[in-house]
C-alpha cells in the first residue's frame, strides 16, 4: 500500500483559512433594502469558528460556534458594503492608544432600516478581520450621530448590545448637536443607562474634541478630524481578494490532502500494463495538482504586489495597521502554499520511486518467469541428449547437434544478465528485496546446473567418440591380424628361415597392440559392455589363433633344426620323407607338412567368416553413416530454405512465381525427414551388431517407404519445373550463402530420388556377404521389395503422364505393368476378318495393365531438358479385363500374342520387344483372369444349393445337349475341361479356332439399344451414345448401314463392323461365338455356363452388368 504519513499538509494554513473566513454571513443570507430586492444564495464549504469572550454582553457568543460562513466571495461584500452599508461606511481601519481595533458608524439616517441578520453578519465580519491577539484586547466603537436624535443614539446603542459578536473596551458616541436633542440624549441616557446592559464604558461626546482625547488623530478618517485616507472601495477589494486567496489555498489543501489519500489506499498492481497505466494516471494528476498549486502562488503573488502598490509607488508611504495585518496574511499564505508544495514534492518523489520500482519488479517478475521456462525447456531438451551414439559417426553426429543447440540458445546470457538487473535492484534499494533475491540465487543456480549439463554431456560424448575410435581400431587390429595370417604363404612357412621369418611377423603384430580401451571412462565401458566384450572376446579368438600359429610355426622351426646324422637313407625312408607329396602320404602319417596343412585350412575356415563379418559389417556402417547424412541432408534443406519461405525478413528476395508454392517446391520432403529421422534410422540401429538381420527392417516399412516416396517422385515434375523458374532468384543465393552449400537446392531435392535407389544397392552387397546365414532369406525378400517399390514408383511416374482419360485412373484397380508395343488391330466384317488400312504399318502404344483394365496410349515426348522432357501419354482406348481373352502365340513370331474381345470380333496383336517381355506380360494377364474366373466361380457357388449341384453332376455325366441359344452344339464341355482352359487359351492347343471360322451375325433393319459410346469418324457419320435408341434403315454397298438416332433425330452411315459392338446382344441372342470347335473360354462364357447350369436360359446385357458387380468383389 501506498502511504503518505511522511507527507502533511501544515495545520497552519487550515487555522489561518478560518480566521480570515470565519465571519462572513451564512450560507442562504438574504439582503433586502428599499432600493433593491435582491436574493443571494451562496453556497461554498463552511467552517466554524469559536471566540472566548470575556466581555458582559457575551450573550450571543455561543452562537459564533455555529455560524456556517461563505468564504470570500465577493458578491456578498458587495451587496452588504456598497450598495447599503456604502452610505453606512461601517469598517476597521483605526487602533487604539492599545492596539484596539476600531470599528466606526458613520452618519446614516436609514439605519433603523437595516434588518438584524445584515447587520449582525457585517458586524461578524468585521470583527474577524483583526488578528486574535488584537481582538482579544477588545474592539473601540465610535458611533457618529451628530446629526440624528436619540431615538437613533438609543436603537444602535441596543443593537450594538443585542448583537456584536467580540469583545468590547469602550463605546465612544458623538451624540446629537441640536439643544433638544443633546439635553434629551444626556438625560434619557442617565435613565435608560441599565437597558444597554453593557459592561463596558459608554461615553457620549459632544465633539470631534473631545473624540480625539481618546482616540489619536491619526487612527481617525478625515470625517472624524483625522489624517487617515480611506477609500472604502479599495478596502473592500483587497478583503475580496484575500478571502478569494485564502478559499484557494484551502481548496488547494483539500486537494492534496484528498490526492494523497487516493494514493495512499492504492494497491500496487500484479502485472506491467496495469502498472504503466496507473503510473501513468498519478502522474497526469500530479502534473494538475502543480497546476493548481502553480496558479494559486500566482494569484497571492498578485495580491501581494496589489497590497504593496502604495510603498512601490511611494516609498515614504506608512502603511496602516489594517494594511499591514492584509500583508501579513498573504504572505504567511504564500509561505503555507510553498511548504505545501515542498511537502507534496518530497512525498510525490517517494511514491513515483516506489511506483517505477513497482514496474522495474513486474518487469523483472515476467522476465524471469520467461527465462525460467526457457531454462526448463533447454534441460528438457538436453535429456534428449542421453544417447552416447552407437558408432564413432553417430556419436560425432548427436555431438554436433548438441553443439548446434547450444550455440542456438541464448538463454544462458540472458539468465546471467537477468540476475545482474536483480542485483541492480537490490543495490538501489529496491522496496521487494526479499522477493527479488530469492529469484536471482535460483537463477544464477539453474544457469550453472544447465551449463554443467551441457559441459558434462560434452565431454561424456567426447569420450564416447575416443572410445569408438579405440574400438574401432582393435576391430580393425584384429581384421588385419585375421588377414595376415591369411596371407601368410603355406610354401615359404616349410622352410626354417620362412617359419622363423612368419613368427617374428607375426610377434612384431602382437607388440603392436594398444591398451587404450583399459584407461577409458569406467562409465561409458558400462554403457559399451556389449561392444567391449565383443572387442575383447574378438581379441582373444585372435589371440587363439595367433598363439596356434605360432605354436605351429615354431615347432616347423625346431624340426628344420634338428642334426642329421650322414647315413645312407634306407627305400622306405623315399615314403615316409616330408618331401612326399600329401597324395602318396601314409594314412597315419603326421608329418610337420601335414600338420602345417591341417593347421591352416582350419584356420582358414574361421578366417573367412571373419571376413565376411567384417565385410558385413563395413556394409551395415555405410548403411548407417550415410542414413545419418542423408537425414542431416533433408533437415539441413528444411530448414535453410523451406523454413526461410515462411521468414517474414526473406519476403522481399522470393519471386512472385515462388510465393506460396512450398509445397510444390519441396512436395513432402518433411514427411519423409520424420519418417528416416523418428523411425527408419533408429531401426537401423538396432541391427548395427547383427547386420545379416536388417532385412527385417526393411520388410516392416516397405509399404510405408513406397507411400512416402511415390507421392515425392509424383510430385517431382512439378517440382523441378518451378525450380527451373526461379532458380535464379536471390532467395536461392541469399540461402546458399547462409548454408555455405557448394550444390544448389536441385541437387538435394534429388536427395530422396537418390537414396530409394541406393537402398537395393547396399542389400545386394550384404547379400554376398551373408550366404548361408540367419537372415538372408530375409535379406532376399527386401531386396526384392526394394526393387518392386522403384518399379512401381516408376510405373507410377508413367501413370501420372496419361492424359486425356476422361474417368478415374484410380479405379481402375492397381497397376501391374506398363510397356511400349507394337499393336495392329483386325476387325470383322461380315464372314471376313478385315484389318486396318495400315496393316503393315503398326501402331505404337503403351500399355498400361491394370486390374480391371488394359489402357492403350500413345507416347508423346515433350521438348524441353530435365524433367520438361519426359514423355506424356494421349490415351487412346481401353479394354475391360472382364470381356477379353488372350492368345499366348501368334501365328509366325514368338514375340507377339493376342488380346482380343466381343468374341474376336476385335483382335489386338501386340509385339513386344523381347520375348521375354512378351512371356511376362502373357503370365501377367493370365492372372488377372484366372482372378477373376475364380472370383465368379466363388460367387457363383455360394448361391448354388445342394439339389442344384446334383442336378449339374447329372447332367455333365450324361452329356447333355446345350440349347442353341449358348451356341456350345460342336463339343462337349464338362466342368474339368472349362477348369483346364482357366479363361485363357493357349495358341498351341489344337481345338484353337481360327477366326474366319466364326460364324456371324446377320444384321437386318430394326431398332436396336445402343450399348456403347460411339463418335463419328467422317461429317457424314452418326455419333451414338450407350441408351440410344437407333433404327435401322438400309445398308448400303460398301458395307455400311444407314442410321437413325431415335433420340436425336439425326441420321448418319455406321459401319457395319462399328454396329455389331454398338447394338451387341439388344435384338439377339446368339452366342458370342459360334463355332464349337473355338476353345478361348472368356470369363464371359465361363459367365454364360455358370448361368446354364444354375437354370437360366438366356444371357442379356443385366446377367453382363451383374457379373461385371461380382468381379468387383475381389
Excluded at 303 to 320: A, K, Q, T, Y
Excluded at 519 to 531: E, G, K, N, R, T
Excluded at 1033 to 1046: I, M, Y
Amino acid at each position: 500500500m501506498v502511504t503518505l504519513s511522511n507527507v502533511s499538509v501544515p495545520a497552519a494554513l487550515f487555522s489561518q483559512t478560518a480566521i480570515i473566513v470565519t465571519a462572513l454571513p451564512p450560507c442562504g443570507c438574504n439582503n433586502n433594502n428599499n432600493n433593491n430586492n435582491n436574493n443571494n444564495n451562496n453556497s461554498s464549504s463552511s467552517s466554524s469558528s469559536s471566540n472566548n469572550n470575556n466581555n458582559n454582553n457575551n450573550n450571543n457568543n455561543n452562537n459564533n460556534n455555529n455560524n456556517s460562513v461563505i468564504y470570500g466571495q465577493k458578491c456578498y461584500i458587495d451587496d452588504m458594503f456598497t450598495q447599503r452599508f456604502v452610505f453606512v461606511k461601517t469598517s476597521i481601519w483605526g487602533r487604539g492608544h492599545n492596539g484596539s481595533p476600531i470599528i466606526m458608524f458613520p452618519e446614516f439616517p436609514a439605519f433603523g432600516e437595516i434588518t438584524e441578520r445584515e447587520f449582525h453578519n457585517v458586524l461578524t465580519y468585521l470583527t474577524s478581520v483583526p488578528s486574535l491577539s488584537a481582538t482579544g484586547v477588545g474592539f473601540i466603537l465610535v458611533i457618529d450621530r451628530r446629526q440624528d436624535r436619540w431615538a437613533a443614539v438609543k436603537g444602535t446603542l441596543l443593537r450594538i448590545a443585542g448583537s456584536f459578536p467580540g469583545n468590547l473596551q469602550l463605546v465612544l458616541v458623538l451624540r446629537p448637536t441640536t439643544l433638544l436633542q443633546r439635553t434629551l440624549s444626556d438625560i434619557l441616557f442617565k435613565f435608560n443607562k441599565d437597558e444597554f446592559k453593557m459592561k463596558v464604558p459608554v461615553i457620549m461626546l459632544s465633539s470631534i474634541t473631545e473624540l480625539h482625547s481618546y482616540i489619536d488623530r491619526t487612527q481617525l478618517t478625515q470625517e472624524l478630524g483625522g489624517t487617515q485616507e480611506y477609500c472604502h472601495e479599495k478596502w473592500i477589494s483587497h478583503r475580496t481578494a484575500i478571502e478569494g486567496f485564502a478559499l484557494m489555498v484551502k481548496k488547494t489543501a483539500q486537494t492534496l490532502q484528498s490526492f494523497g489519500t487516493e494514493l495512499a489506499e492504492t494497491e500496487l498492481p500484479n502485472d506491467i500494463q496495469a502498472t504503466t497505466t496507473l503510473l501513468g494516471t498519478h502522474t497526469s494528476k500530479k502534473s494538475k495538482m502543480k497546476e493548481d498549486l502553480m496558479v494559486a502562488l500566482g494569484q497571492g503573488s498578485r495580491l501581494l504586489e496589489s497590497i504593496n502598490e502604495p510603498v512601490v509607488r511611494d516609498p515614504d508611504h506608512n502603511m496602516n495597521q489594517d494594511e499591514l495585518e492584509n500583508l501579513a496574511t498573504v504572505q504567511r499564505l504564500l509561505s503555507q502554499l510553498d511548504e505545501t508544495e515542498r511537502a507534496f514534492d518530497e512525498f510525490w518523489v517517494r511514491h513515483q520511486t516506489k511506483l517505477e520500482q513497482c514496474l522495474q519488479l513486474r518487469h523483472f517478475e515476467h522476465n524471469y518467469r520467461e527465462v525460467r521456462a526457457l531454462l526448463d525447456q533447454v534441460s528438457e531438451k538436453l535429456a534428449t541428449f542421453s544417447e552416447v551414439g552407437v558408432s564413432p559417426a553417430h556419436a560425432d553426429h548427436i555431438f554436433r547437434e548438441l553443439t548446434t543447440y547450444e550455440e542456438k540458445i541464448c538463454v544462458l546470457d540472458r539468465s546471467v544478465a537477468l540476475a545482474r538487473e536483480g542485483d541492480e535492484l537490490i543495490q538501489n534499494s529496491h522496496y521487494a528485496e526479499d522477493s527479488i533475491q530469492p529469484k536471482c540465487s535460483e537463477l544464477r543456480a539453474v544457469s550453472e546446473e544447465v551449463s554443467s549439463t551441457l559441459r558434462a554431456k560434452k565431454d561424456l560424448l567426447l569420450k564416447a567418440m575416443e572410445l569408438h575410435h579405440n574400438l574401432e581400431r582393435a576391430l580393425k587390429w584384429c581384421d588385419d591380424g585375421i588377414y595376415l595370417l591369411a596371407s601368410q604363404p603355406v610354401d615359404k612357412c616349410q622352410s626354417h628361415e620362412g617359419a622363423e621369418s612368419a613368427l617374428q611377423e607375426l610377434e612384431r603384430y602382437l607388440d603392436s597392440a594398444e591398451t587404450k580401451i583399459q584407461h577409458a571412462d569406467l562409465s561409458l565401458i558400462f554403457v559399451y559392455q556389449d561392444q567391449v566384450e565383443k572387442v575383447f572376446q574378438k581379441q582373444v579368438s585372435m589371440q587363439e589363433m595367433f598363439d596356434k600359429r605360432r605354436v605351429s610355426l615354431k615347432k616347423l622351426a625346431a624340426k628344420q633344426t634338428r642334426p642329421v646324422q650322414p647315413v645312407a637313407p634306407r627305400p622306405e625312408a623315399f615314403i615316409k620323407s616330408p618331401l612326399t607329396s600329401p597324395g602318396q602320404s601314409s594314412p597315419g602319417s603326421t608329418g610337420p607338412l601335414q600338420t602345417s596343412h591341417t593347421l591352416i585350412r582350419h584356420a582358414s575356415l574361421s578366417e573367412e567368416e571373419e571376413n565376411l563379418a567384417v565385410l558385413r559389417r563395413h556394409v551395415m556402417n555405410e548403411l548407417l553413416e550415410t542414413e545419418r547424412a542423408y537425414v542431416e541432408e533433408l533437415l539441413c534443406v528444411l530448414q535453410g530454405y523451406a523454413s526461410e519461405m515462411d521468414n517474414p525478413a526473406m519476403a522481399h528476395l522470393i519471386p512472385a512465381p515462388l510465393q506460396n508454392k512450398k509445397e510444390v517446391l519441396f512436395g513432402n520432403m518433411p514427411e519423409i525427414y520424420h519418417f528416416h529421422k523418428r523411425t527408419f534410422l533408429r531401426e537401423l540401429e538396432q541391427y548395427t551388431d547383427c547386420p545379416e538381420l536388417v532385412g527385417r527392417c526393411f520388410l516392416e516399412r516397405v509399404s510405408e517407404c513406397f507411400e512416402i516416396y511415390e507421392k515425392y517422385c509424383q510430385n517431382k515434375p512439378r517440382s523441378e519445373s518451378l525450380w527451373r523458374q526461379c532458380s535464379d532468384c536471390a532467395f536461392f543465393q541469399e540461402c546458399q550463402k547462409k548454408l555455405e552449400h557448394k550444390l544448389g537446392l536441385d541437387s538435394y531435392l534429388l536427395k530422396p530420388v537418390q537414396r530409394i535407389t541406393k537402398y537395393q544397392l547396399l542389400l545386394k552387397e550384404l547379400l554376398k556377404y551373408s550366404k548361408g546365414c540367419e537372415g538372408t532369406d530375409d535379406l532376399q525378400e527386401a531386396l526384392s521389395s526394394i526393387l518392386g517399390i522403384l518399379k512401381a514408383v516408376n510405373d507410377s511416374m508413367h501413370l501420372i503422364a496419361i492424359t486425356g482419360y476422361e474417368g478415374n485412373l484410380s479405379e481402375l484397380g492397381r497397376l501391374l505393368m506398363q510397356g511400349s508395343f507394337s499393336v495392329w488391330t483386325e476387325h470383322k466384317k461380315g464372314h471376313a476378318k478385315v484389318k486396318d488400312l495400315a496393316r503393315f504399318k503398326p501402331m505404337q502404344r503403351h500399355l498400361f495393365l491394370h486390374e480391371k483394365a488394359l489402357l492403350f496410349c500413345k507416347r508423346r515426348e515433350e521438348n524441353g531438358e530435365g524433367y520438361e522432357k519426359a514423355p506424356s501419354y494421349s490415351f487412346k482406348q481401353s479394354l475391360n479385363m472382364s470381356a477379353v481373352g488372350i492368345t499366348e502365340n501368334a501365328k509366325g513370331d514368338n514375340k507377339k500374342f493376342e488380346i482380343w474381345c466381343n468374341s474376336r470380333e476385335e483382335v489386338y496383336i501386340v509385339q513386344a520387344p523381347t520375348a521375354e517381355v512378351k512371356t511376362t506380360w502373357v503370365n501377367e494377364i493370365r492372372k488377372v483372369l484366372t482372378t477373376q474366373l475364380e472370383a465368379c466361380k466363388g460367387k457363383m457357388s455360394k448361391i448354388q444349393t445342394e439339389d442344384m449341384r446334383g442336378y449339374i453332376y447329372n447332367s455333365i455325366t450324361s452329356k447333355p445337349v446345350f440349347p442353341p441359344l449358348l451356341d456350345w452344339n460342336k463339343a462337349s464341355l464338362s466342368l474339368d475341361a472349362s477348369e483346364e482352359n482357366d479363361g485363357y487359351s493357349s495358341a498351341e492347343d489344337p481345338l484353337n479356332s481360327d477366326p474366319e471360322d466364326d460364324g456371324n451375325k446377320k444384321l437386318c433393319a430394326g431398332k436396336y439399344t445402343v450399348v456403347a459410346d460411339y463418335e463419328r469418324g467422317g461429317a457424314q457419320e452418326l455419333s451414338v451414345k450407350s441408351g440410344d435408341m437407333v433404327q435401322l434403315v438400309k445398308e448400303g454397298d460398301d458395307g455400311q448401314w444407314f442410321v437413325r438416332n431415335l433420340r436425336t433425330s439425326k441420321e448418319g452411315w455406321v459401319a457395319a463392323a462399328n454396329l455389331l459392338t454398338l447394338i451387341g446382344e439388344s435384338k439377339s441372342c446368339q452366342s458370342l461365338t459360334s463355332s464349337g470347335k473355338d476353345k478361348n473360354i472368356t470369363p464371359l462364357k465361363a459367365l454364360q455356363f455358370c448361368l446354364f447350369v444354375c437354370g437360366e436360359r438366356s444371357i442379356n446385357y443385366a446377367n453382363v452388368d451383374f457379373y461385371n458387380n461380382v468381379c468387383k468383389l475381389q
